[in-house]
């Protein structure tokens, strides 16, 4: 309860704030998108990160209003990413299950990034594995309309849940996002190496890109890029980082 009253007070004085982690091609670290994570500007100016205010995304309400103010952010960031002639392919946004339940997402959307001018194929909708198995109806309605109007969807923490790679038929995304546990174990346990190897080659056969997550160490690439895997985020690369600094990134490496 304290925590979703700071966030609610945090959203009306404007201290919710998009940050955002770079996502690389794993052989030049070239920057070829970003994820937009949410943080907070606590009341003594520190930063908190998403992970110390996420049980407040529970509130259906408090989830909405953070989607909405992380999106306005993200279409202002990426309207001027697009005047600074900056070459980038897509920003990630994640969006949790009160974001489908309330059946606007798509609209919002659409008006959002319209109202800024970006195109629709520079969003990434980040689903993660439980939301997208949730058995939710609204969620692979969202997802294929999305699509439709040339939103991608990237499927987020693959292999924590319970999505298989059936359900990968039956659901198409554009992107899957292969977690940081996955990663953590590559080189250590062969096992994990074949699981994620197999996944690699199924995505390359259904035509989806694969982003290895957390990457932290040098060998992790060099085991990633073995496995096929091109591209990938990490502190290895970068923490993510302020609108601004991620504006200096972009210029200089995107
Ligand atoms: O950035 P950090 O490691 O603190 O994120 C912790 C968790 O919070 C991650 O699971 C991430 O997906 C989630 N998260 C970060 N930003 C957002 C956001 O804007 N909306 C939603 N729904 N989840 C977010
Ligand atoms: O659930 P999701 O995949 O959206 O969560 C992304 C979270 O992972 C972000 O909060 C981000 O801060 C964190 N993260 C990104 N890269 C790394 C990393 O290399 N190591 C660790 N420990 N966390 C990371
Ligand atoms: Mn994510
Ligand atoms: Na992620």
Same mark, same amino acid.
């Given at each position: 309860?304290?925590?979703?009253?700071? =966030?609610?007070l945090?959203?009306?004085?404007?201290?919710?704030?998009?940050?955002?982690? *770079?996502? =690389?091609?794993?052989?030049?670290?070239?920057?070829?998108?970003?994820?937009?994570?949410?943080?907070?500007?606590? !009341?003594?100016?520190?930063?908190?990160?998403?992970?110390?205010?996420?049980?407040?995304?529970? %509130? !259906?309400?408090?989830?909405?209003?953070?989607?909405?103010?992380?999106?306005?952010?993200?279409?202002?960031? =990426?309207?001027?990413?697009?005047?600074? $002639?900056?070459?980038?392919?897509?920003? $990630?946004?994640?969006?949790?299950?009160?974001?489908?339940?309330?059946?606007?997402?798509?609209?919002?959307? @659409?008006?959002?990034?319209g109202?800024?001018?970006? *195109?629709?194929?520079?969003?990434?909708?980040?689903?993660?594995?439980?939301?997208?198995?949730?058995?939710? %109806?609204?969620? !692979?309605?969202?997802v294929?309309?999305?699509?439709?109007? $040339?939103?991608?969807?990237?499927?987020?923490?693959?292999?924590?849940?319970?999505?298989?790679?059936?359900?990968?038929?039956?659901? *198409?995304? %554009? @992107?899957?996002?292969?977690?940081?546990?996955? #990663?953590?174990?590559?080189?250590?346990?062969?096992?994990?190496?074949?699981? #994620?190897?197999?996944?690699?080659?199924?995505?390359?056969?259904?035509?989806?890109?694969?982003?290895?997550?957390?990457?932290?160490?040098?060998?992790q690439v060099?085991?990633?890029?073995?496995?096929?895997?091109?591209?990938?985020?990490?502190?290895?690369?970068?923490? *993510?980082?302020?609108?601004?600094?991620?504006?200096?990134?972009?210029?200089?490496?995107?």
């Amino acid at each position: 309860a304290r925590m979703v009253r700071d =966030v609610d007070l945090a959203l009306s004085e404007n201290r919710i704030l998009a940050h955002y982690q *770079p996502v =690389v091609r794993l052989d030049t670290a070239e920057i070829v998108g970003v994820e937009a994570l949410a943080r907070m500007r606590m !009341p003594d100016g520190r930063i908190a990160s998403a992970g110390e205010f996420h049980a407040a995304f529970a %509130d !259906p309400r408090i989830a909405w209003q953070l989607t909405g103010q992380i999106m306005n952010q993200v279409a202002r960031d =990426v309207r001027q990413w697009l005047d600074d $002639g900056i070459d980038f392919q897509h920003v $990630g946004i994640n969006v949790t299950s009160g974001d489908f339940l309330r059946g606007d997402l798509e609209q919002r959307i @659409v008006d959002t990034f319209g109202a800024a001018r970006v *195109p629709l194929h520079h969003i990434a909708l980040e689903v993660n594995e439980a939301v997208f198995m949730g058995g939710i %109806d609204q969620v !692979p309605k969202t997802v294929s309309a999305l699509r439709e109007r $040339g939103v991608l969807v990237a499927l987020d923490d693959f292999g924590t849940g319970f999505a298989s790679l059936t359900h990968l038929l039956s659901f *198409p995304v %554009d @992107v899957i996002k292969i977690d940081k546990s996955f #990663v953590d174990r590559i080189g250590s346990d062969a096992a994990s190496s074949t699981i #994620v190897g197999c996944i690699i080659e199924v995505a390359r056969k259904l035509d989806m890109k694969i982003v290895a997550e957390g990457i932290e160490a040098a060998d992790q690439v060099q085991a990633l890029a073995e496995l096929g895997c091109k591209l990938g985020q990490g502190f290895l690369f970068s923490r *993510p980082c302020s609108a601004e600094d991620t504006t200096s990134l972009l210029t200089t490496f995107a």
